[in-house]
């Protein structure tokens, strides 16, 4: 078991790199948001979110950011309303 628990903490060292490369590219803003989670392998922006700030890492939001998220969730809204009026 001696190779496993090698094993277990080389990856667990390569995750780690890998993490500091991408917080770093991220800070550095060589690396987007989105960059990141491929990188890692996340699947949400919240995962990403949740490494920077564990890093106290800044998040690039920008007015334009604010925008596309107010529209996005005006489409939802609209849309959900439309299927709550259709469910009458």
Known sequence: MIWLRSLLRRERIRRAALEA?????????RL???????????????QVHALLAEHDVDLHYTMEHVRQDIEA???LHAQRMQEASRAR
């Open 21 to 29: 490369l991408a917080v770093e590219g991220y800070r550095a803003q």
């Open 32 to 46: 987007s948001e989105n960059e990141v989670r491929v990188m890692l392998g996340y699947e949400t922006r919240m």
């Open 73 to 75: 969730s005006d489409q």
